[in-house]
């Protein structure tokens, strides 16, 4: 199995970190011992907590996948989990801290992009021209827009785009829309989602100097020059609104995915939203503390965000695939969903769903376990197959433009935002509009034209 020959070579002329992109090792499938054929031959991109973890926990457990390339700005995040490949495999990947390096390799097939969400637009896309397909985490994007180019990238250049919306390969879930399909709990004109937990504080951190190692200006890519600052950097990007959108879209937003797709829909009428810094006195920009509601024609779906609330679980990982229910009022990631007849609580780790009917009696409900392998499966099934994914791209960025929508509305004081679904624009309102995409630092530029 070959990659197609990619139709555009990815080049970002005047990239400040380009002649400091390293590589390390003899090249991508140079091992001390023999290297087994692989169907599959892949790149990591990002090498963080999501990224190493798919290598230890998927991808080196795999005999089908060879892990080819890992890249990372950071080369110390990058060279250990090398270390992880090359332990449990023999060989060690190639390094890089550009992936557009591991883009001109004809042998690979596909890429896993757990970027931070400010990269995922662009090396998605480059990805795309390059002829490679794409497993790219959530959310979608950094801002609609990107989110509409990286679908367009996918059309385009005919490659297999999945978000990592696992829950969408579960079979419980699956189970609990064909449940709502039947018409069992009525007609569904409420839908309440929780993202509700307790969030270390991140304190307050004044610049410093880069680590070493660290490419920083490729860091930042298509955010604004700043100086270097822990709080800004690995993982605490998520509290910023140049790199991320806070919990609603780190988090929150795969609920928000299993409910849009519980309820058949695609763009909401309008959408609403407000809440604050509360609790926490930090660096963070984002709220920790969230209302959103979304206006359907004849559903309203509502977000509830918190991130200090102790009382508030999720499912601990050892119990997640055992069968068991979460206490439904104290699970932190609950999609509830209000029929005219019965009321289904759903959970999103694994743990199933429940039914209950007038009498507040259990009339309907499964046990289910976690999809994070069964995603990948599927990923690598449509890979060979061409077919559609489970979490296909342009599904990802209609679910991820309701948690955009939620924070455009907040950062503009919680007005009323009305929106255009076949435009992805907003009526009436400039000020929204211009929040629909950022102003980007040359050269790492998402074009028009993809």
């Not at 200006?217 to 991320?244: C, I, M, T, V």
């Not at 559609?388 to 939620?406: C, K, Q, V, Y």
Request: hydrophobic letters at 35%; glycine letters at 10%; aromatic letters at 10%.
């Amino acid at each position: 199995m070959t990659s197609p020959r990619p139709t555009r070579r990815v080049f970002l002329a005047g990239t400040a970190g380009a002649a400091a992109a390293t590589v390390f090792g003899g090249g991508a499938g140079r091992a001390a011992g023999t290297v087994k054929p692989a169907k599959y031959v892949i790149g990591v991109i990002g090498t963080g907590g999501r990224g190493t973890w798919l290598l230890s926990e998927e991808f080196i457990k795999r005999p089908e996948v060879r892990v080819a390339y890992v890249c990372d700005v950071d080369l110390n995040r990058a060279n250990k989990a090398a270390e992880v490949v090359e332990k449990a495999t023999g060989s060690r990947p190639t390094v890089v801290q550009d992936y557009r390096r591991m883009l001109d390799d004809q042998d690979l097939h596909a890429v896993f992009n757990a970027t931070p969400d400010h990269w995922h637009a662009l090396s998605t896309i480059h990805a795309c021209q390059a002829g490679k397909d794409v497993y790219v985490e959530k959310p979608c994007a950094h801002n609609i827009r990107e989110g509409r180019k990286m679908a367009e990238a996918a059309r385009k250049y005919s490659r297999v785009v999945q978000m990592g919306f696992q829950n969408r390969s579960a079979e419980y879930v699956q189970a609990a829309r064909q449940y709502i399909r039947s018409g069992e709990l009525g007609d569904v004109h409420l839908v309440r989602v929780r993202q509700m937990r307790v969030r270390p504080e991140i304190g307050r951190t004044p610049d410093g100097p880069v680590p070493a190692g660290v490419d920083y200006d490729r860091w930042l890519g298509p955010a604004p020059q700043r100086e270097f600052n822990p709080n800004h950097f690995h993982y605490k990007w998520h509290w910023h609104w140049e790199y991320s959108g806070g919990d609603i879209i780190n988090d929150g937003v795969h609920q928000i995915d299993i409910a849009r797709w519980m309820i058949g829909k695609d763009y909401p009428l309008g959408a609403s939203g407000t809440g604050g810094i509360f609790y926490f006195n930090d660096d963070q920009e984002t709220p920790d503390t969230q209302v959103v509601t979304w206006d359907y024609p004849d559903l309203t779906m509502l977000f509830e965000l918190t991130l200090w609330t102790p009382y508030m679980k999720k499912v601990d990982w050892s119990v997640r695939d055992t069968g068991a229910f979460p206490d439904w009022p104290f699970y932190a990631a609950t999609t509830e969903i209000h029929g005219t007849k019965n009321l289904m609580f759903l959970a999103r780790h694994g743990s199933g769903w429940q039914v209950f009917d007038a009498d507040g009696k259990n009339c309907a409900g499964c046990t289910g376990k976690q999809a994070h392998s069964q995603h990948i499966d599927n990923f690598f099934a449509c890979v060979e197959s061409r077919a559609m994914p489970n979490a296909d791209i342009e599904d990802g960025h209609r679910s991820t433009i309701l948690s955009h929508l939620g924070n455009i509305s907040y950062r503009l004081g919680g007005r009323k935002l009305r929106f255009d679904g076949k435009t992805e624009s907003f009526i009436d309102d400039r000020e929204a509009d211009k929040m629909l995409k950022r102003v980007y630092r040359e050269p790492y530029v998402v074009p028009d034209e993809v």
